[in-house]
């Protein structure tokens, strides 16, 4: 499960700040930089989509002084710039109010604190090198993709094409002007005044871009995220207790379910949960269905699109490579760009012991907790399949336990 991730963005020990949307997810340092040597980056289908992400005012990087969390999927860093010719300190504060998604936004604000207009310029370095999630967590020796890169106007492309899939990358920073490592905004912010930006991180699959949650021409309010996080937390129980060491469990209990659920790609409007953040934000068979157990009480939708997501991609054939078999219930999905980076060399690996029973403990449970009848009936094939497996495939020496 997820730790540190409800009502704050998470920190690892290295000091990264991580912040997670369904199966995106953005890994920065403190002052919200992100470098490739690292695992850092911009993640979305389970692929780097941004592995340079770097702001310096007039050349020199911004001092960090604070980190802001707010929701799962959003924080704001706050820095200072270098010292002005001839001053001991700066009169500009830059503040970063991130948002992930499919992509990212964020809004960049300059505010001058001092006596004088300040004029200063803004570059923002950017890269993608579209590297399989696995690869950046584990630092492991990974393929060199040919990237293509143009810009032009306010906007930088970037893209790759892996045998004949193709992601790309569109970052646009209104008013701004190419630069060769990304882009570049003359600014003049006004004494005792304040000069802000919108920036966009816009992934395409196979061509077609990705609608972005957060909509520059409307509130972050009525983003996609904040609404569904909302809409979360309204459905969720309502638990009192005199104790308030129990009461913030119970609250971050309810914002990190809130923040693993993710939409099944290939069933529009289906939510399942992810493992974990952040590397794990993907359909894992056993951590979704331990996890769509335990919230029964709550929320049996939970169990039912879990139960769903896994009978659709339920074993059908042998492969040894990706261990499918049939009647057998997935271990984990990847949707990168490249599936032979993944176990298995495949985007769906099977070799999972437990999460074939689990699929029917799962199924009897709900049932018990008031399951829709038609949605528990169309469920009936997909567990005597997987009974199937566990008497055969899972108990090859028949002494009824499975290996």
């Known amino acids: 499960m997820v730790g540190e991730v409800g009502e704050v963005a998470a920190e690892a020990q290295s000091g990264d700040v991580t912040i997670v949307e369904g199966a995106?997810?953005?890994v920065s340092d403190r002052a919200g930089d992100i470098a490739a040597n690292r695992a850092q980056g911009v993640f979305f289908l389970d692929t780097r989509i941004v592995?340079?992400?770097r702001l310096t005012l007039d050349g020199?990087?911004?001092d960090p002084l604070a980190v802001v969390p707010q929701d799962p999927f959003s924080v704001t860093f706050l820095g200072r710039s270098a010292a002005r010719p001839g001053r001991h300190d700066s009169p500009l504060l830059v503040s970063r109010q991130r948002l992930v998604a499919a992509g990212l936004r964020e809004d960049l604000t300059v505010h001058n604190h001092?006596?004088?207009p300040v004029g200063c310029q803004l570059t923002l370095h950017v890269d993608a090198d579209f590297a399989d999630l696995f690869d950046v967590k584990e630092a492991r020796p990974a393929p060199r993709y040919e990237v293509r890169r143009h810009s032009g106007g306010d906007e930088v492309w970037l893209s790759v094409d892996v045998d004949g899939r193709r992601r790309g990358v569109r970052v646009r920073a209104h008013?701004?002007?190419?630069?060769?490592t990304g882009l570049s905004l003359s600014v003049v912010v006004p004494a005792q005044g304040s000069w802000s930006t919108t920036i966009e991180v816009l992934p395409s699959v196979d061509g077609h871009e990705v609608d972005t949650p957060f909509p520059v021409d409307r509130p972050v309010t009525d983003a996609r995220p904040v609404v569904r996080m909302a809409n979360w937390r309204a459905s969720a129980p309502q638990l009192t207790t005199p104790s308030p060491e129990l009461r913030g469990v119970l609250r971050r209990s309810v914002l990190d379910l809130g923040a693993l659920r993710i939409p099944d790609p290939d069933r529009p409007g289906a939510e399942v949960v992810a493992a974990g953040a952040p590397w794990f934000m993907a359909l894992f068979g056993r951590d979704a269905l331990l996890t769509s157990w335990?919230?029964?009480a709550f929320d049996p939708g939970l169990a039912a699109g879990t139960l769903q997501s896994l009978a659709a991609h339920q074993g059908r054939r042998n492969d040894p490579m990706s261990e499918e078999e049939p009647g057998r219930i997935l271990h984990e999905v990847r949707l990168g760009v490249d599936p032979t980076r993944a176990l298995g060399a495949s985007s769906i690996y099977y070799g999972s012991v437990d999460a074939t029973p689990l699929f029917v403990v799962l199924l009897d449970e709900a049932v018990r907790w008031g399951l829709d009848p038609e949605v528990a009936r169309g469920l009936l094939?997909?567990?005597d399949a997987a009974l199937g497996w566990v008497r055969g495939h899972g108990d090859l020496d028949g002494d009824g336990f499975v290996e």
Do not use: R, T
């Open 294 to 296: 335990m919230a029964l």
């Open 60 to 62: 020199a990087p911004l």
């Open 381 to 383: 094939p997909a567990a």
């Open 51 to 53: 592995s340079v992400w």
């Open 24 to 26: 995106s997810f953005c």
């Open 114 to 116: 001092g006596p004088e």
């Open 175 to 180: 008013d701004a002007e190419p630069a060769p």
